[in-house]
């Protein structure tokens, strides 16, 4: 208990767990709340959502090789101040375009594809950043950071169903939260940290 107050009072260590857990939270509220909007919203086939679910998944994979490949020369936490200004606009955008109807379903897809990709970059890092000043209580720093990441995508799911309203909006406006706090979080706590190489891969 000592230990996870410790980490829990340490600014540097949360405010990076809380940005890459606010990114993968809203990547699972896009894996829970986008069967809904593409197949009910805009009558997508069940088919072709698995299609677009696919690129998505290549999305990330793609911003991971990419990510291996800046390891050696780009420092991880310049990496997630770029990508968390990336996923933010991607998903002020999505808001805008879910609220206003612009440019119809590509307007969903489109800045659904920028955001769910920039897991592919801020995951490994933040994991990298928060964990790096603590080897010697690697096992409960993991811990508590898995921890932090899916309770915070439980609550989002829930919230994306409690505003449920027949609209892509609810979608997007907690995807936006989760980008602009995650954003916000890096900046806080962000800017204190020992520069670190960057990862190639999430834990």
Do not use: W
């Amino acid at each position: 208990l000592s230990t996870y107050l410790r980490l829990l009072m340490d600014r540097t260590y949360i405010c990076y767990v809380l940005s890459g857990a606010l990114i993968f939270a809203g990547l699972l509220t896009y894996v829970s709340g986008s069967p809904y909007v593409f197949i009910e919203l805009f009558h997508v086939s069940p088919e072709r959502y698995g299609l677009y679910f696919g690129v998505n998944a290549c999305g990330i994979m793609a911003a991971s090789q990419t990510n291996r490949c800046l390891a050696t020369r780009v420092e991880a936490r310049r990496i997630v101040g770029v990508v968390l200004s990336v996923a933010m606009t991607a998903s002020l955008v999505l808001l805008f375009d879910a609220y206003t109807g612009f440019g119809g379903f590509a307007g969903i897809l489109v800045p659904l594809f920028c955001y769910i990709a920039c897991h592919g970059f801020v995951l490994p890092n933040t994991t990298a950043l928060a964990m790096a000043p603590h080897g010697k209580v690697a096992g409960s720093a993991s811990a508590l950071l898995g921890t932090v990441q899916f309770v915070l995508a439980s609550l989002t799911g829930a919230l994306v169903a409690a505003l449920a309203n027949g609209t892509p909006v609810p979608l997007a406006a907690v995807i936006a939260g989760c980008g602009v706090l995650a954003f916000v979080s890096h900046h806080v706590g962000g800017r204190r940290s020992t520069a670190l190489p960057s990862v190639g891969s999430a834990a």
